[in-house]
């Protein structure tokens, strides 16, 4: 077996693993040839010209004196020499075979298309007059602090020697929580590199003397007033072919896909646009009605509507929206409430509350319910519009629904706005207990589609309604909360509500318990409020009524951050306070029991979202818990972060409670 060792690096294969520099200034190698025996044997075998056998021994006196003949005068120049040899040997300035390094190739010449021409591109032009502008105002610094690209490169390598320093550290942590992190340092670093993108765009719009900033801007205008050319010239085949594929699309993505591509179109100059009123508040409709189909998720709803197409949508149906006749403001309404709920579209509200005020006189029975259940599922006060709305349901009273009326008072009650007019036409149009119909089959609740049968087959016949039980505990429960069970049409719903004694209550579905809750508050209010009325249930209705409107099943009580910071503090007043207390049905945050002192600490839920005022139910709770007896003290979350610091706050709600205690 033959070895070819480089004469500065040459080890010794031997067990022991003795390293020998060997140094020969007449030849560069040395071939050293031994056996699988010989090396076995710890015997080395040097094929010089005597061709000597070493014994161990002797090879140990014959190396150490070889070694010291080679090595010198001084140890650190050898060392050196070496260090210098290996770095030449590994950039291919020496070769350790003695071949010959290849001849390095004579650069070439810069092509002579490079050089600045009449026809270069215009951009590369434009880029190198910006960089003679950059460097002549002395800006080359800053330019360089607000490239992404290298500072980019540098976080990624940080990020992989913490990740690697973690895996060292602790192999049993999963691979996920790594990901996780990386994707937050992602975030951060886009962020970043976001905002200095943004401040370099600005600062190259100021150099080029606004320039691009105006034609940006220029170009917006012109977009925007092409999407909006709404009563120009139309091509009615493109505005029906459209509806109809909106009106064919299965899913909601569906839907946003067609009107995203026509919206492309029409910027891209597609004229006479086939985006119409009507088209805009379809596609809006359908994409909430598919959400609804497939019972979306609340997270899903809430990302889809924060899709740069889908703000495309609800910024044209906001700009079309007085071009839109009644059902399409209804429709737009109800489509904004359900895909983005209480947490967007508050501005988007307003601008619907505005118009529909305007039209309202233009508005059926339909319209007026749907764009009141809009703005009473997203706790969005609107009073003007709701007064308007109340007189215009009291002079179409005759034309509502049972279903619709229910819906009608929910919204009221659920906003607490006064609807004088609207109650004063139900007494005047169903006087006669004959005129009101229960109907025990399950009936939708969406109050987009029409599920009730209104008996009017002249104009001499009297009106009927007929309701199924959820609307009745609805209706019931809004006249408690407006305070207007005095009024003959609650004491006929009432009086229907009492003929449910047979019917079966189970505390495993949700909608008995809802409802059985309803009718319980309700029937506690006759007894606490208007005892005089003699309208409280009968001992075994109320029994059942009762047991399942106390169950726990579907009214757990979650503590709130909110709540457990005011515990606290509660605990240095040195009173005896009892957290979760139960008055008569309801359950108030903080009680102190001895003086019968009540804590409510109400955080947003219970307050409208553009206004701050109290929603129904919880004026409801307030005086319910106040006709039992108690001095009910409320706490809002605004109040509460007006004051920083847990002494301000400790001393704010001494204040409050100053006149209770």
């Known amino acids: 077996m033959e070895c070819v060792v480089p004469l500065r690096r040459c080890f010794c294969l031997t067990p022991p693993e003795l390293r020998h520099r060997i140094v020969d ?7 050293l040839s031994f056996s699988s025996s010989s ?7 040097l094929p010089d010209k005597k061709n000597r056998f070493l014994s161990p021994v002797a090879k140990k006196a014959s190396l150490n004196r070889l070694n010291s003949s080679v090595i010198g005068n001084s140890e650190e120049e050898e060392e050196e020499d070496d260090d210098l040899d290996w770095e030449s040997e590994f950039l291919g300035e020496i070769d350790p075979l003695d071949v010959q390094p290849p001849k390095k190739r004579k650069k070439q010449a810069k092509s002579k298309a490079l050089d600045d021409t009449e026809g270069m591109d215009w951009c590369v032009r434009a880029r190198k007059i910006a960089l003679q502008s950059i460097e002549a105002r002395g800006l080359s610094s800053r330019m360089a602090e607000v490239m992404p690209l290298k500072k980019k490169k540098k976080k990624k390598k940080s990020k992989k020697v913490i990740g690697n320093k973690d895996k060292v550290k602790s192999k049993s942590v999963p691979e996920d929580d790594f990901d996780s992190d990386e994707e937050d340092l992602d975030f951060l670093d886009r962020s970043v590199e ?7 765009r600005r600062r190259v719009s100021s150099l080029a003397g606004g320039m691009f900033e105006e034609k940006k801007e220029k170009t917006r205008e012109q977009l925007v007033q092409r999407l909006s050319q709404f009563s120009g010239p139309s091509d009615r085949m493109k505005e029906i072919n459209l509806n109809k594929a909106i009106t064919e699309a299965q899913t909601a993505e569906e839907v946003l896909e067609v009107t995203a591509e026509t919206i492309m179109a029409v910027a891209k100059g597609l004229s006479p646009s086939p985006l119409s009123p009507l088209n805009i508040a379809t596609a809006l409709h359908r994409i909430a009605k598919n959400m609804e189909k497939v019972s979306m998720m609340r997270t899903r709803r ?3 509507a924060r899709q740069r197409e889908m703000s495309m949508l609800v910024a044209l149906a906001m700009t079309c929206l007085p071009e839109c006749s009644a059902q399409g403001i209804s429709n737009i309404a109800w489509a904004l409430s359900k895909i983005g709920g209480e947490l967007l579209y508050l501005t988007e509200m307003d601008r619907v509350a505005e118009v529909a005020t305007s039209k309202v006189g233009e508005f059926n029975s339909q319209n007026v319910a749907n764009i009141a259940g809009a703005f009473a599922a997203m706790r969005h006060s609107a009073p003007e519009l709701f007064a308007e709305l109340s007189k215009r349901a009291a002079t179409i009273i005759i034309t509502f629904k049972g279903q619709e009326i229910a819906q009608l008072l929910w919204s009221f009650a659920s906003l607490y706005e ?4 609207l109650l004063d036409s139900l007494d ?11 109907c025990m089959t399950k009936e939708t609740s969406n109050y987009d589609e029409v599920a009730d049968a209104k008996v009017s087959d002249s104009a001499s016949a009297s009106p009927a309604l007929s309701f199924n039980r959820d609307q009745l505990g609805n209706i019931a429960w809004s006249y408690a909360v407006l305070g207007q069970v005095e009024r003959p049409f609650f004491a006929n719903i009432w009086n229907i509500l009492t003929t449910l004694e047979e019917q079966r209550l189970s505390e495993q579905y949700r909608e008995d318990v809802m409802f059985a809750s309803q009718v319980y508050l309700v029937n506690q209010c006759l007894k606490l409020e208007y005892l005089h009325l003699e309208l409280s249930l009968c001992h075994e209705l109320e029994e059942k009524i009762t047991r399942a409107g106390k169950t726990k099943r579907f009214n757990q009580k979650i503590t709130s951050s909110f709540q457990k910071e005011v515990g606290r503090l509660l605990i240095s007043t040195g009173l005896d306070w009892a957290k979760e207390y139960d008055v008569d049905g309801y359950t108030v945050d903080v009680a102190l029991v001895e003086k019968k002192v009540a804590l409510e600490i109400d955080g947003p839920t219970h307050f409208s979202r553009n206004t701050g005022l109290p929603l129904g139910h919880t004026m409801l709770k307030r005086r319910y818990v106040t006709a039992a007896g108690w001095k009910v003290v409320s706490l809002s979350l605004q109040e509460w972060e007006e004051h920083e610091g847990s002494h301000e706050q400790l001393e704010y709600l001494r204040e409050i409670l100053n006149g209770c205690l």
């Open 194 to 200: 976001e905002d200095k993108m943004g401040e370099l």
């Open 25 to 31: 200034q007449r030849r560069r190698h040395l071939h």
């Open 428 to 438: 005047s149009a169903f006087k006669g207990s004959d005129q009101f119909k229960c």
């Open 39 to 45: 090396l076995a044997a710890g015997i080395l075998f």
């Open 302 to 304: 809430l990302a889809f």
């Open 418 to 421: 006064p609807a004088g007019p």
